[in-house]
C-alpha cells in the first residue's frame, strides 16, 4: 500500500499552495492569509484534530511518519518527556520547489503553524514551529494543553 501511495504523490502540489500563499498574502495581506490558512486546518484537517482527541499524540505520530515517508523527508520523530518532536532535516516541498524553480513564498512556512495550531488547538494540544525555511529544516513540538 505505501508504494503504490508513493506513486500517488504530486509534489507539485507545494508549488501551488506557496503560489496560493504568496497571492493571498500580497493582495490581501496577512490577516487575510492567516484567515485562510486556519480555515483550511479547521476543514481539511478536522478528521486528524477529532483522531488527535481521541487517540492523543499517537495520531500525530503516525500522521507525521506517513507523510515524510511517502514524501521521502530526511525526518526524525520522538518523543521527549510528554512532548511529540518532529525534527524535520530535509523537507521535502522545500526541496522539492527549490529543484523545480517554484518561487517560495516569503510566510511559506508560516503555513505549517497556522495549520498545526489549528489542529492542535481544535484537539486541545498546543504546539509550536522553529524553521529555517531557506534551507528546509524545521523542529515542530506537540503536548497535550494543560
Not at 507523510?67 to 516541498?93: M, N, Q, W
Request: proline content about 1%; glycine content about 8%; some cysteine.
Amino acid at each position: 500500500m505505501a508504494q503504490q501511495e508513493k506513486t500517488n504523490v504530486h509534489k507539485d502540489f507545494h508549488g501551488a499552495m506557496s503560489y496560493g500563499i504568496q497571492h493571498v498574502y500580497k493582495q490581501y495581506g496577512e490577516e487575510a492569509m492567516t484567515a485562510f490558512l486556519r480555515q483550511v486546518a479547521r476543514e481539511v484537517y478536522r478528521p486528524l484534530s477529532e483522531q488527535l482527541k481521541q487517540e492523543g499524540l499517537k495520531a500525530l505520530e503516525g500522521h507525521w511518519r506517513h507523510i515524510f515517508t511517502v514524501e521521502e523527508g530526511d525526518f526524525d520523530l520522538s518523543y521527549e518527556g510528554d512532548r511529540l518532536v518532529l525534527r524535520v532535516h530535509k523537507c521535502p516541498a522545500i526541496h522539492h520547489m527549490k529543484a523545480h524553480g517554484y518561487a517560495i513564498a516569503d510566510k511559506y512556512c508560516e503555513h505549517t503553524r497556522l495549520v498545526n495550531e489549528g489542529i492542535c488547538h481544535a484537539a486541545g494540544y498546543e504546539c509550536s514551529v522553529e524553521y529555517d525555511q531557506e534551507n528546509g529544516r524545521c523542529v515542530q513540538q506537540f503536548w497535550k494543553k494543560n
